[in-house]
């Protein structure tokens, strides 16, 4: 099966952002239709449903694309996406007025502040998530793909 | 299409297609070649060494959620 690699790397790329859309979804519809919270989660899913998917996408195909010279792990590949996508999804919270920046931390949706000093550690985790999801989620389908 | 056609399309395809010999056996002996990929797994399952760093990653993966809930839509966002 060697037709169209790196469609097939396309979609097992967008594989998890798309298992993670619905429960998206789910907590919108309940947080702001449901239960009526005046929280603009609206402008915050802009990010993680239009967004996400195609960079998952496209990294995987970069990673199809470059790994016959870098050698590098698809664990380690998937590692690296936080340090473009983390920028990326604050510029455009902030453009959206889904993420203020403050004096002492960063405000999401208006409502939740997380202080500078544990920004770290959630990054620290993010790229530890990544890590796992594309070790054992996007390079098992890559697999079964017959990609990897 | 008439005979001349059919004729000259008979020869197209006869040269195109290379013809298959009666002896249809590979060229070479393909079982080493298996027995070098079976020989191959254990390597690969020597690599689940970093299990264990894995399984560390992910328990401090769920201890910052457990810790820190604001994490959880955090990195929901982004995935």
């Known amino acids: 099966m060697n037709t169209h690699p790196y469609l097939r790397a396309y979609l097992a790329g967008i594989f998890v952002p798309t298992l993670v859309m619905p429960l998206l979804l789910t907590v919108f519809i309940v947080v702001r239709i449901v239960l009526k919270v005046p929280v603009p989660i609206e402008q915050g899913m802009i990010f993680p449903m239009a967004i996400v998917p195609s960079l998952f996408g496209l990294w995987n195909m970069l990673w199809l694309g470059s790994h016959e010279s870098t050698h590098l792990p698809i664990g380690l590949h998937g590692a690296v996406l936080p340090l473009l996508m983390a920028p990326t999804g604050a510029l455009v919270a902030t453009c959206l007025g889904v993420l203020a920046l403050g004096s002492h931390g960063a405000t999401w949706f208006q409502a939740c502040e997380i202080p500078y000093a544990l920004i770290a550690p959630f990054f620290v985790g993010a790229l530890a998530g990544y890590y796992l999801v594309w070790k054992y989620i996007v390079g098992f389908l890559n697999r079964v793909l017959g990609i990897a | ?79």
């Open chain 2, 1 to 79: 299409m008439n005979e001349d056609n059919q004729d000259r399309m008979k020869r197209l395809l006869q040269q195109a297609v290379p013809p298959v010999n009666g002896n249809s056996e590979p060229r070479r002996d393909l079982w080493p070649a298996m027995l070098r990929r079976m020989d191959a797994q254990p390597a690969a399952r020597a690599l689940t060494g970093w299990a264990w760093f894995d399984g560390a990653l992910a328990f401090g993966l769920l201890g910052l959620a457990a810790f820190f809930p604001a994490s959880i839509p955090l990195l929901l966002y982004y995935l």
